[in-house]
T-cell receptor, first 115, second 115 residues
Framework: AQTVTQSQPEMSVQEAETVTLSCTYD???????LFWYKQPPSRQMILVIRQEAYKQQNATENRFSVNFQKAAKSFSLKISDSQLGDTAMYFCAFMKQGGSEKLVFGKGTKLTVNP | EPEVTQTPSHQVTQMGQEVILRCVPI?????FYWYRQILGQKVEFLVSFYNNEISEKSEIFDDQFSVERPDGSNFTLKIRSTKLEDSAMYFC?????????????FGSGTRLTVV
């Protein structure tokens, strides 16, 4: 079974600065997807960024980028130029490619961006 | 932008009562999911649904739970006899294709409180 671990329950950052959220996972699968979801106070789960395990290049979406280390089973999220609207819970998630559709989530990191 | 809509946003029910949580997925999506998040814990997969049948379910999804798509637009989760431990946020999600590396679209959730 896959597990996803987010070791930072809470983090804070000053507006305009950069913050990195950690995620590690455990799997015996070779092919899979990894995701970061954001859950603001409105509660909706919003996809921030995704990574296919077979791609070596780290995914980037505007101010959000990942550092994907497949051998280390690490998938951290970097938020550059943090904005107040980035304040939210951030969940790392894993999906096996082939045979299952379910997302396996970590416990989340609560990020607060301070003015 | 298309949304997954969940109603109600908050439901309070007495232990032993039946509850139905409702979701309207994105209209051209074919795969549907329910997840739950007990307060302070991980988001957990409950069930996936395609072509009017369950395609995968977790061990949480026991005989107390059922899902259906009664009219081609709504997707419902029924809990037959609620327990205190069913108190959680319940998220509906949908996707156009199975095992999507693009991630699902989630709704804003229904907070279920069993008293």
């Amino acid at each position: 079974a896959q597990t996803v671990t987010q070791s930072q329950p809470e983090m804070s950052v000053q507006e305009a600065e950069t913050v990195t959220l950690s995620c590690t996972y455990d799997t015996s699968e070779s092919n899979y997807y990894l995701f970061w979801y954001k859950q603001p106070p409105s509660r909706q789960m919003i996809l921030v960024i995704r990574q296919e395990a077979y791609k070596q290049q780290n995914a980037t979406e505007n101010r959000f980028s990942v550092n994907f280390q497949k051998a280390a089973k690490s998938f951290s999220l970097k938020i550059s130029d943090s904005q107040l609207g980035d304040t939210a819970m951030y969940f790392c998630a894993f999906m096996k490619q082939g045979g299952s559709e379910k997302l396996v989530f970590g416990k989340g990191t609560k990020l607060t961006v301070n003015p | 932008e298309p949304e997954v809509t969940q109603t109600p946003s908050h439901q309070v029910t007495q232990m032993g009562q039946e509850v139905i949580l409702r979701c309207v997925p994105i209209s051209n999506h074919l795969y549907f999911y329910w997840y739950r998040q007990i307060l302070g814990q991980k988001v957990e997969f409950l069930v996936s649904f395609y072509n009017n049948e369950i395609s995968e379910k977790s061990e949480i999804f026991d005989d107390q739970f059922s899902v259906e798509r009664p009219d081609g637009s709504n997707f419902t989760l029924k809990i037959r006899s609620t327990k205190l431990e069913d108190s959680a946020m319940y998220f509906c999600a949908s996707s156009f294709q199975r095992e999507t590396g693009t991630g699902y679209t989630f709704g804003s959730g229904t907070r279920l409180t069993v008293v």
